[in-house]
């Protein structure tokens, strides 16, 4: 290795030890409030949408033919029980495959999926039972973390988001939870960015359910970085370096520590209410508002042009044939949202009217990036609509950001808690809510989590 080489190595491992600290420090007092009540919100909604993936004829599928080990332990949504590793992959690809989960503009991602899962698994390895205080701050350090690498890494532009920089978050979390130092949060950091997984966006595009299973594979990586880290075979060695930094992108060191303990990425963050892709949501919102008060219907649209930014072009992709391609074609997304009310579990299905009904209009709607749109990210993934008529008038909207963003009406608890009582009802919806306001006074986090509706 070349003098440059190694000085490069340094400078990640020390912004690796940087982060571990910080976040060990986290953990050894209460939660500041508005951290607080933001990973509480972001709980409450991954578990319902989890629990709204576990529910869905694919993941039905996949648990019957997953022939998995038997336990005690069951997977959000199941009805058999498996291994506590096992309940987490499950669960970590049910919290994704609906593409509701919560996420962040700064990472380009979703952390949280990433986190939940392993931290949960940890709490249940443990081998004395964890308080919900310190589940809390240690799911909080896992989401920053993945955050801020999230943040750090320039993609090359063949890669998606899942599956990769998620994992460091996940480590994070599960070495907090077995009770690592400064040093071995480092060690599992470093460690969970040895067992990446390959993220092509091309099998995203083409609807194969297997990107679904990257975040499983995040979570996993991050339980067993723990482990690792935890047995003393692994360091920061500054394999960060030549995984996020080379293969995967690129990293901006200075990312994962600017302002650190200042600014907290994880309070800045979106909640999602269509069932797509967020890069579609801007478009989506556009078409919603100029539907409001419509007395026109999709059989009048002549064409619909939609200007957004780059972000999206890799969902310029047409004619869809599974619910996760469709969620990845934005001119798919935005045809639904003309013959739809609502982007939700039905009406991407591809055995539902709607998949069929959006199908045969989506070859009206052309998509079309724009640099000026391109200068407001990451601030702003803002999205112009504009739809011609049969009868030779047109209506235009422009969204300058998904609802459900922190900087653009945010959702609350009272709009997350309707979103998930809308997806798996309003009994399931009482449960999780109580599970997540009895987080911070339960001393033993494994007990109150097995309240999870199973079935």
């Not at 599928?61 to 080990?69: C, F, L, N, P, S």
Request: charged letters at 20%; aromatic letters at 6%; proline letters at 4%.
């Amino acid at each position: 290795m070349n003098g440059s080489s190694a000085f490069r190595s340094t400078e990640h491992m020390s912004a690796v030890d940087a982060l571990a600290t910080v976040m060990v420090e986290l953990t050894s007092a209460p939660l500041p409030a508005p951290l607080d009540d933001r990973i509480r919100l972001i709980l409450f909604d991954l578990l319902g949408v989890t629990l709204a993936g576990a529910r869905t004829a694919e993941m039905v599928a996949v648990r019957r033919e997953w022939d998995a080990e038997p336990g005690s332990t069951y997977p959000i949504g199941g009805s058999v029980g498996t291994t506590i590793d096992t309940a987490a992959e499950l669960d970590a690809i049910a919290s994704c495959c609906l593409e509701l989960d919560e996420g962040n503009k700064y990472a380009a991602g979703h952390p949280a999926a990433h986190v939940l899962p392993a931290a949960i698994a940890a709490a249940r390895l443990a081998p004395t039972p964890i308080p919900g205080s310190t589940f809390l701050a240690a799911v909080v350090a896992g989401y920053e973390v993945a955050a801020r690498f999230g943040w750090a890494l320039t993609r090359h532009s063949s890669w998606h988001t899942h599956g990769h920089w998620g994992a460091t978050g996940a480590a994070t979390a599960a070495a907090l939870l077995r009770g690592a130092d400064a040093n071995e949060v480092a060690a599992a950091i470093d460690s969970s960015s040895a067992l990446v997984q390959v993220a092509p966006w091309a099998v995203v595009l083409d609807g194969n359910f297997s990107r679904n299973l990257w975040i499983g594979g995040a979570a996993r990586a991050g339980v067993n970085a723990a482990r690792l880290a935890r047995s003393g075979v692994v360091h920061n060695s500054g394999a960060i370096e030549h995984t996020l930094g080379a293969l995967v992108g690129t990293l901006d060191t200075a990312r994962l520590t600017e302002d650190l303990g200042d600014r907290w990425l994880t309070l800045q963050g979106y909640t999602k209410q269509h069932a797509s892709c967020s890069y579609t949501h801007a478009a989506v919102d556009a078409v919603q508002s100029l539907r409001a008060s419509a007395d026109w219907s999709a059989e009048d649209v002549e064409h619909v042009r939609v200007r957004t930014h780059s972000l999206a072009e890799p969902l310029f992709r047409r004619h869809p044939s599974s619910r996760l391609g469709a969620m990845f074609s934005l001119p798919f997304v935005v045809a639904a949202a003309l013959v739809s009310d609502e982007i939700d579990v039905d009406s991407l299905d591809p055995r539902g009217a709607g998949f069929s009904a959006a199908e045969s209009l989506s070859d009206r709607v052309d998509v079309t990036t724009s640099t000026e749109l391109d200068a407001l990210l990451p601030e702003r993934r803002a999205a112009e609509v504009t739809i011609e008529f049969r009868d030779g008038t047109t209506l235009s909207a422009t969204a300058p950001n998904p609802v459900g963003d922190i900087d653009h009406f945010p959702m609350n608890f009272s709009a997350v808690r309707a979103k998930i009582a809308r997806l798996v009802g309003e009994s399931d919806t009482a449960v999780i809510e109580d599970i997540v306001d009895s987080l911070g006074d339960t001393e033993d986090v494994a007990a109150l989590l097995r309240a999870l509706p199973s079935r």
